[in-house]
């Protein structure tokens, strides 16, 4: 079949197609709930049987601009491989893939609806105790058995080359690491924060240490990335935690998976300004939020250098002294990436939930002017950084 947008009619006879799916007779329900930037997903349920499956298939555009900015395809065959790789090296932590279909741009995936996407779950101020455990899980084990640390370093060539992704980088080297710091006409800037957007374009500090991440991203093949890692390409429930959405994969410097965490969870943060009303109540989400930063790191942290222990197979990295400068490295870009990450979260093209959907102008404003003095204050400090210790002092700064 060749490359069309599915209709909701059209995606239930495509699934009806699919082998030991569905039953012949079964009367299926099909709807597009797609609520991100890029894509149609659609949710194929029988009622009868409660078995039912997720079909997403990319557009030949951006859908949240429209088809003056075509997108390629491919990245649809990005996210489907990225995802049973990372299956197999996380299990349990993405959702099952059981079919791409090339021609259309499609992956037929298990459905996650028992769960909810995090960054709603945080708006709604739940707390998630097993989180910090499963997400440093997953970026230790998929970061560290992707990268020349853990894996065959020929095949990890090879590796690379099936993971060229120059569109979907382009868009991230443009909204992060570009659009933020110039009047650019992708800039989606609230009224009443046009000073501080415009105090960007001049901080020369800033833009130093920009330019720096912005390198490392354009140069570093470090581990193959999800590439996208916020709060909205997570799925969780209080027991269970499932990364979605890796068609920014590439091969890339690993602290920007880490940091993209890391900043969701700082503008949850930041945006909390908007959502608990009463100051003790915000004050122990708060406290939550940056308990979470820390387990984050430092799990990770633990798991990465657990698997450094025992599975390395670079001989070399063997030496003394090695391990501790890799490691301060990754907290260090951690640090710079999660903040780029929140900053382009303020006055870039695409907002989060978090903040964007606080009614209150004037409230709405404060949360952004916290999410901005931590991401720049992040930006500034990350080559110097030592500890993050020294994140959560910047975050509590703030509020
Ligand atoms: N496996 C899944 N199970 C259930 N819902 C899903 C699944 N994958 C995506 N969705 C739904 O579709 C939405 C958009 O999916 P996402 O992969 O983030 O698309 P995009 O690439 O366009 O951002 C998610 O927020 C979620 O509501
Ligand atoms: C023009 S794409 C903007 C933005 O959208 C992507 O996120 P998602 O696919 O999860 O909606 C990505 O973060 C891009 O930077």
Redesign the pocket.
């Known amino acids: 079949m060749s490359y069309h947008p599915l209709t909701e009619e059209q995606a239930i006879a495509y699934a009806r197609g699919l082998e030991n799916v569905f039953a012949a007779n079964a009367e299926l329900q099909s709807r597009e ?9 659609f ?1 194929i349920s029988d009622p009868a049987s409660g078995k039912s499956i ?1 079909m ?1 298939q ?1 557009l030949p555009y951006a ?1 949240v601009v429209g088809e003056s900015w075509p997108l390629t395809l491919d990245r649809a065959r990005i ?1 489907s491989e990225a995802l049973i790789i990372e299956e197999s090296l996380a299990p349990g932590l993405v ?1 099952h893939v059981y079919k791409y279909d090339a021609e259309l741009a499609l992956t037929v ?5 028992d ?1 909810v ?1 995090m960054r709603r779950g945080l708006i709604e101020g739940n707390k998630y105790p097993l989180f910090a455990g499963h997400i440093s899980e997953f970026m230790a084990n998929t970061l560290f058995f992707t990268s020349d640390l853990g894996m065959n370093q020929q095949q990890k060539k090879l590796r690379v080359g099936q993971f060229i992704n120059p569109e979907l980088c382009k868009i991230t080297e443009d909204l992060i690491f570009d659009d933020p710091y110039t009047d650019s006409p992708n800039n989606n800037i609230h009224e009443l924060i046009r000073a501080d957007a415009a105090a960007l374009t001049t901080d020369t500090e800033l833009k130093l240490e920009v330019a720096l991440l912005r390198e490392k991203f354009l140069t570093q093949g470090q581990a193959l990335l999800h590439g ?1 890692l916020h709060t ?2 997570i ?1 969780i429930t209080t027991e269970s935690t ?1 990364v ?2 890796p ?1 920014f994969a590439y091969y890339g410097p690993m602290g920007f998976d880490i940091g993209a965490v890391i900043a969701n969870l700082l503008l949850n943060y930041a945006g909390q300004e908007g959502w608990i009303k009463d100051e003790a109540g915000r004050a122990d989400y708060r406290a939550y939020l940056l308990d979470t930063v820390k387990d984050v790191w430092e799990q990770f942290e633990a798991k990465f250098g657990a698997l450094w222990d025992q599975h390395l197979v670079d001989r070399i990295a063997h030496t003394p002294g090695y391990k501790e400068s890799y490691m301060k490295r990754l907290l260090q870009d951690t640090i710079g990436y999660a903040g780029c990450k929140m900053v382009r979260r303020i006055v870039g093209l695409a907002h989060v939930a978090d903040i964007e959907k606080i009614s209150d102008g004037e409230t709405r404003a404060r949360a952004e002017r916290i999410a901005l003095a931590i991401g720049t204050s992040l930006i500034k400090l990350n080559r110097k950084a030592e500890s993050i210790d020294e994140v959560l002092a910047i975050a509590s700064r703030q509020v």
């Open positions: 709930i797609g609520d991100g930037n890029l894509n149609l997903v949710h997720i997403k990319a859908k996210e959702p995936m298990e459905d996650l609806s769960h996407i996208d909205g390409s799925f499932k979605i959405d068609e």
